[in-house]
């Protein structure tokens, strides 16, 4: 299983972004959401992700408000702003263009 310390920096929340932009979520289905769609090969900490989404929340790319879970606890939903939308399509763009050449380079052919 990768582990954040294995991703390329950043990769993690521009993923947090990408699985905000489909609904809003609690922290603990946000960790759900990442494993199950990656096939259980991208997991995250908790002490990776609340920090993570703290910081996201002081750039003003995602909004939390407390509501009430699907098993009636309290939780933090988080959603994505606007902001967090624009800057969701400048990582991606990126994302793109850095994966497109590192797939360049591994393609090359061995003397």
């Known amino acids: 299983m990768s582990k954040p310390s294995d991703l390329v920096q950043g990769t993690l929340e521009a993923l947090l ?21 990656s096939a259980n090969v991208l997991q995250v900490s908790d002490g990776s992700l609340y920090p993570a989404l703290h910081k996201l ?23 994505l702003t606007r902001l967090g939308r624009r800057e969701l ?10 994966s497109q050449a590192i797939t360049h380079v591994m393609r090359l052919e061995e003397a």
């Open 89 to 98: 399509a400048r990582q991606a763009a990126e994302w793109e263009r850095l």
């Open 17 to 37: 972004l990408k699985i905000l932009a489909l609904e809003p979520l609690h922290g603990f289905a946000i960790s759900q959401r990442l494993k199950q769609v």
């Open 57 to 79: 929340e002081q750039e003003g790319w995602i909004a939390a408000e407390w509501k009430t879970s699907e098993l009636g606890r309290r939780a933090k939903f988080y959603s």
